[in-house]
């Protein structure tokens, strides 16, 4: 394996990340938007770099304790799109290590590769079509032909290693749900069109793993086959172009740094008869979020062929047999948080006082809501507990009772927490808390009785 080139944001956090950031700002997102990102994943505990103390391990990451409840939620929500809401779609959740046979009949072993180039001068290893001619890391242009290298990762099931007990570690998840197909198809009695979703980690041995969590070689993916008569099929495709485009509008991703992009011809897969990307205006230019393609029958019928199952449907009323194509929403739900964050992150002025603020869409911020108890004086603990016990039950909650209040909302709004709730010594008195709303910072005095309904309706639950 070669040592990951340097990239031009930065792959690892560094590890004396400030704890603060400057307060002179300009109004408009500044051109470090990466860095500062990478710093607030850091410094909060969304993102880690993965093994810290041994100096990381090869642009691998861990979520932390907030990143975990953000991936979470991107996953709830494109869980609730395309599963929870709809009659039509099933979920999966297949084995990550996988038969070499899968791999063979869907064209992975020959065709899953990208063009890998050597520089002569510094020995760093690149992907041919992500550089122009020269190498990134010391320009030169004397570079080996490009050869294909297979981005799958290759291991053995068993104690002894020998070519019967190669495994893969799946490349992506959409093979699950071709293998399974039968089995769906006889146990929920679904029909064309019909889909089968599933969410979970795909591996692939990246070249060149790049910017922050966008490209790494262990990542989770949220895939979706929609099987539907094969003249039906462009009709579906434009269905799900639509309708995952406006997903991640719902979501809060800004309209003009959101893109549906075509492919060209020359640009498809091997199986696919139409692809189009959602691209997200990332820091470093236009780039993918997600890929919708027409994958055709390719991939029903070479697993057929392969295996000898008749992976076809069998319309009892029309006596009609066919082999279904297939449209598929593939998105990345680690790069989906990315885009998410970047999307999210805004500095502004409170009461004359700078603050870096997370926009988040409730749906997707890690916490709901904070119960921030004004003092830690032991008699308002008792009390905010009880609010924090009426709220747990409906979303998120942090509960904190260090620092003056004012730090206590910047923490907040610095994770994209949508409210605050404050537990006062007039509390005590009149049962009624403070609750703050992280965008526009309004305070309203709400009854803790009525706490529940009122959060609970702001959030739409
Ligand atoms: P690329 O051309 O950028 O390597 P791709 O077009 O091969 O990616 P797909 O196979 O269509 O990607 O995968 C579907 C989605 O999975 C992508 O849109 C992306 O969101 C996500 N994804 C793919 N590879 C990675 C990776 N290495 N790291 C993080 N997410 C990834």
Redo the contacts with the bound molecule.
């Keep these: 394996m070669t040592e990951e080139p340097a990239a031009d944001v930065p792959n690892d956090v560094p590890n004396d990340v400030p704890n603060d950031l400057p307060n002179d700002l300009p109004n408009d997102l500044p051109n470090d938007l990466m860095d500062r990102i990478v710093n607030v994943c850091k410094r909060r505990g969304f993102i880690f770099p993965s093994a810290e103390i041994y100096g990381g391990f090869r642009s691998t990451y861990d979520y932390g304790p907030l990143g975990v409840l953000l991936l979470r939620n991107v996953k709830d929500a494109w869980w609730r799109a395309m599963v929870q809401y709809r009659d039509d779609v099933v979920g999966l959740d297949a084995a990550i290590l996988s038969a070499p046979k899968i791999w063979e009949a869907s064209g992975h072993l020959s065709n899953f590769t990208d063009p890998l180039v050597d520089c002569r001068s510094c020995r760093e290893r690149w992907r041919a079509d992500k550089i122009e001619g020269a190498c990134p890391n010391c320009g030169s242009t004397d570079l080996t032909e490009a050869r294909a290298f297979n981005l799958m990762f290759k291991t053995f099931a068993g104690p002894v290693e020998e070519d019967a007990t190669v495994a893969y570690l799946r490349p992506?998840t959409a093979q699950g749900m071709f293998v399974n197909f039968l089995n769906v198809l006889q146990t929920t009695r679904k029909k064309p069109p019909f889909g089968i979703a599933q969410v979970g980690k795909s591996f692939?041995n990246?070249i060149t793993?790049q910017n922050f969590?966008?490209?790494?070689?262990e990542?989770e993916?949220m895939e979706m086959e929609y099987f539907v008569p094969p003249p039906d099929a462009q009709k579906w495709f434009e269905y799900w172009l639509d309708e995952r485009y406006r997903w991640y509008l719902d979501l809060g991703i800004p309209p003009e740094k959101l893109r549906l992009r075509h492919h060209d011809p020359d640009e498809l897969s091997h199986y696919s008869a139409a692809t189009a990307?959602v691209e997200f205006l990332f820091p470093w230019g236009w780039d993918?979020?997600?890929?919708i393609a027409n994958r055709t029958d390719f991939d029903l019928k070479a697993h057929s062929a392969a295996s000898g199952e008749k992976l076809e449907y069998f319309d009892q009323a029309s006596g009609e047999r066919y082999v279904p194509y297939v449209i598929e929403p593939?998105?990345?739900a680690?790069?989906?948080m990315m885009a998410f964050l970047l999307a999210a992150y805004d500095e502004d002025e409170v009461g004359g006082e700078k603050r870096t603020v997370l926009r988040l869409d409730p749906r997707l911020a890690p916490y709901q809501v904070a119960v921030l108890p004004l003092s830690k004086n032991d008699t308002l603990v008792p009390l905010s507990r009880e609010v924090l016990g009426q709220l747990q039950p409906i979303c998120m909650c942090d509960f904190d009772v260090t620092q003056s209040i004012g730090k206590r909302y910047r923490r907040q709004d610095e994770v994209g927490t949508p409210f605050c709730v404050t537990v006062d010594f007039d509390s005590l008195e009149d049962r009624a808390v403070t609750v703050r709303e992280r965008d526009t910072t309004e305070q309203v005095r709400v009854p803790i009785d009525a706490l529940a309904t009122e959060i609970g309706g702001r959030l739409g639950r």
């Excluded at 969590?213 to 070689?217: G, I, L, N, S, Y």
């Excluded at 993918?288 to 890929?291: F, T």
């Design positions: 992506e692939r990246e793993p969590v966008f490209r790494t070689r990542f993916q990307d993918e979020l997600e890929g593939a998105a990345g680690t790069r989906a």
